[in-house]
């Protein structure tokens, strides 16, 4: 079987030109080979330096015991911050634990037994959309962007997503994403700000403040109708958003506090899942064996049964077939930290300011953590694993929130998927991985869907 792509790394470190021309489009096209065998590394640009992290000792050390020496990146709060303002993704210290803490019985909307029936009703609606389509080459990107999408708008607002309107904002966050990546690259360069304005920043603000008033509009009648006491009754997120108070002030969240919790909440909550499926589906394309394991079980744990809330957990090959997408595809491939004062991390002397990596995307492909490391094998995670060297979610107190919610909406949504349809891909399709904030195929996923 052949192994599913990855981007070939370069032979050699690139030059600092050679290394902004590359990374602007994406993270992963500045790689070279020792980036996947090192334990640590340095990229010296001219306005930052960047240290990169693969030893499990060492990104434990970032990550958990000295967490508060090495907060999220100041330059990723200000790339983020036209779309997710002062959000828990992007805020640290004492600012994310009071937010965090405000944000508890949100989260308890995402309970597993409160939203099987939000996810199942949005899966059967992509069936739907996709006996439209069968027998035919589609986005399957584009599929599972707008399911994931759709799952989230339901749970936090009540509310279907609309085509039209989620084809705009899905465009916009695309957008966002792609220029993202150019700004990062200008800043760490040290390019005036107008230059950069004019290079495409401009654009990029444009594309996060469409987002934010396609989901103000939503917010802004049913904040008004809680200001006036006039709200109904609902069990959503943003209901309980609405509702929260501070302890220490006795106030409410503003308009624009609830409005960058719930940009958070639904550009993290389905950007993240809608990677991670594409690239499972794909998996499945290029080892058909694994896709025919995946549909043995689920007969055997549904028996034909409409999907059911007990089936979930009995799900194991279809849960290590996901498990073993993330390790190749993490859907977050590289996360950003600030050295918050002069430190050692293994041979390299880092200053107070300098940018930190812990790069998932490395580490899940390290030949010294993992055997056979760019091999598609879901069965490693029968065994025990060095769970260390696993972090599709991040690591410690800053674990994703909603980690929970995305395995079992992954569950459900390749259930429904496998169920009914074998995949194909597409002849001599390749797709084109590229690291923004998250992990995509620039050119989409072309998948036919053939009815079982």
């Known amino acids: 079987m052949p192994c599913p792509f990855h981007p070939k790394p370069h032979k050699n470190k690139a030059s600092t030109l050679t290394t902004f021309l590359l990374k602007r489009r994406s993270w992963l096209d500045g790689l070279y080979e020792r980036s996947y065998s090192m334990?640590?590394?340095?990229?010296?640009?001219?306005?930052?330096?960047?240290?990169?992290?693969?030893?499990?000792?060492?990104?434990?050390?970032?990550?958990?015991?000295?967490?508060?020496?090495?907060?999220?990146?100041?330059?990723?709060?200000?790339?983020?911050?036209?779309?997710?303002?002062?959000?828990?993704?992007?805020?640290?210290?004492?600012?994310?634990?009071?937010?965090?803490?405000l944000l508890k019985p949100s989260f308890e909307m995402t309970r597993i037994n409160k939203v099987f029936d939000i996810m199942n009703d949005a899966a059967n609606d992509m069936i739907l959309r996709l006996e439209k389509k069968e027998g035919e080459f589609i986005n399957a990107d584009e599929e599972t962007t707008f399911v994931t999408a759709d799952v989230i708008f339901r749970t936090i607002m009540s509310a279907k997503l609309d085509e039209k309107q989620g084809k705009e904002i899905l465009e916009a966050f695309t957008i966002f994403q792609e220029e993202t990546v150019k700004t990062a690259m200008r800043k760490m360069f040290k390019f005036p700000t107008w230059l950069s304005m004019l290079l495409g920043d401009r654009k990029r603000m444009k594309?996060?403040?469409?987002?934010?008033?396609?989901?103000?509009?939503?917010?802004r009648p049913r904040?008004?109708?809680?200001?006036?006491?006039?709200?109904?009754?609902?069990?959503?997120?943003?209901?309980?958003?609405?509702?929260?108070?501070?302890?220490?002030?006795?106030?409410?969240?503003?308009?624009?506090?609830?409005?960058?919790?719930?940009?958070?909440?639904?550009?993290?909550g389905h950007e993240t899942t809608a990677s991670s499926l594409t690239w499972t589906l794909y998996c499945l394309c290029v080892d058909n064996s694994w896709q025919e394991k995946a549909f043995s079980e689920i007969m055997?744990?549904?028996?034909?049964?409409?999907?059911?809330?007990?089936h979930i957990r009995q799900f194991k090959i279809l849960n290590n077939i996901f498990k073993e997408a993330l390790r190749l595809y993490p859907p977050v491939g590289f996360f950003p930290r600030t050295a918050k004062k002069d430190t050692k991390l293994r041979d390299k002397n880092i200053q107070e300011g300098c940018g930190v990596v812990v790069a998932p995307w490395l580490i899940h492909r390290h030949n010294k953590f993992w055997q056979d490391p760019n091999e598609f094998k879901p069965e490693r995670f029968d065994n025990p694993y060095n769970k260390d060297a696993y972090m599709p979610f991040g690591m410690g107190e800053r674990i994703c929130i909603g980690q929970g919610f995305a395995m079992q909406e992954a569950m459900i949504i390749l259930a429904h998927i496998l169920s009914k349809y074998r995949l194909e891909l597409k002849e001599n399709f390749v797709p084109d991985v590229v690291g923004r904030l998250t992990i995509r195929s620039a050119n989409g996923m072309m998948i036919k869907f053939i009815k079982r």
């Open 223 to 268: 904040y008004d109708e809680e200001s006036r006491g006039e709200a109904g009754f609902r069990s959503d997120i943003l209901a309980s958003l609405l509702k929260v108070v501070d302890a220490d002030t006795n106030e409410r969240f503003s308009f624009k506090e609830i409005l960058d919790q719930v940009a958070m909440l639904f550009l993290a």
């Open 39 to 101: 334990q640590s590394g340095r990229v010296k640009m001219p306005g930052f330096d960047l240290y990169v992290v693969n030893n499990p000792q060492e990104v434990k050390r970032i990550m958990i015991d000295e967490v508060k020496e090495f907060p999220k990146s100041e330059l990723l709060h200000r790339l983020l911050e036209p779309l997710l303002g002062e959000s828990i993704f992007t805020t640290s210290g004492d600012v994310w634990r009071k937010q965090r803490e």
């Open 207 to 219: 594309a996060g403040e469409l987002i934010r008033i396609k989901l103000s509009d939503i917010i």
């Open 300 to 310: 055997n744990v549904t028996k034909g049964e409409k999907l059911d809330i007990k």
